[in-house]
């Protein structure tokens, strides 16, 4: 199974500040990644997919990027909404498999 | 608007049996592929298994711990798909999602916001 590995456990950070998640996959997986936005107790969003193809409806203060086995998901702009927990996730084989999560909080 | 609304959750014993379902709504069903996903206590998030569409044969995927107890069918005149979870053991114990992808991109695009599963002995 392809593990992924996310980069911090857990931030810590304030309104308007720029940060970097990143992904690390244990074989290559090309650009088969994306990227989700689970705040508490509402539905997983997809926010990036093939691993920097913004989704519709997100805003372009986020951005994807990477291939193989090295992934990021930055966000230019920290605004209150955006504080919340970030999953990648592969699509190259089966079984899909997802990072543990990245928890993002606000200083 | 595209809409995946689960139910059935419930409190179950070991060794009982369950069956979710994941009503959907706002697109062309056919052309969708439906995933579930599930969500430990701790937040790791574990991919159960896929249904494809009537153009695939219905064919299914099943991540190595379920197969064999969970069962996933969906039925197009409604628009559903269920999850048959056989044998219930305390480590099912999550929050089931349904997703779906279209065919042949495996994007899960949209979720549910998930039915609640616990499994006591």
């Known amino acids: 199974d392809v593990q992924l590995t996310q980069s911090p456990s857990f931030l810590s950070a304030s309104v308007g500040d720029s940060i970097t998640l990143t992904c690390r996959a244990s074989?290559?997986?090309?650009?088969?990644l994306a990227w989700f936005q689970q705040r508490p107790g509402k539905a997983l969003k997809l926010v990036i997919q093939s691993a920097s193809t913004l989704q519709s409806g997100v805003p372009s203060s986020f951005s994807g990027g990477g291939s193989g086995t090295e992934f990021t998901l930055t966000i230019s702009y920290l605004r209150p909404e955006d504080f919340a927990t970030y999953y990648c996730q592969q699509m190259k084989e089966y079984p899909i498999t997802f990072g543990q999560g990245t928890r993002l909080d606000i200083k | 608007e595209v809409h995946l609304v689960e139910s059935g959750g419930d409190f179950v014993q070991v060794g009982g049996s369950l069956r979710l379902s994941c009503a959907t709504s706002g697109f062309v069903f056919n052309d969708y592929y439906v995933d579930w996903v599930r969500q430990a206590p701790g937040g790791t998030l574990e991919w159960i298994g896929r249904?494809?569409?009537?153009?695939?044969?219905?064919?299914?995927e099943y991540a190595a711990p379920v197969r064999g107890r969970f069962i996933i069918s969906r039925d197009d005149s409604t628009n559903s798909v269920f999850l048959e979870i056989k044998y219930p053991k305390v480590e099912d114990t999550a929050m089931y999602f349904c997703s779906r992808s279209r065919a042949g991109t495996y994007v899960l695009d949209s979720w549910g916001q998930g039915t609640q599963v616990t499994v006591s002995s």
């Open positions: 074989q290559d997986i090309g650009t088969a």
């Open positions: 249904i494809r569409g009537k153009a695939n044969g219905y064919t299914t």
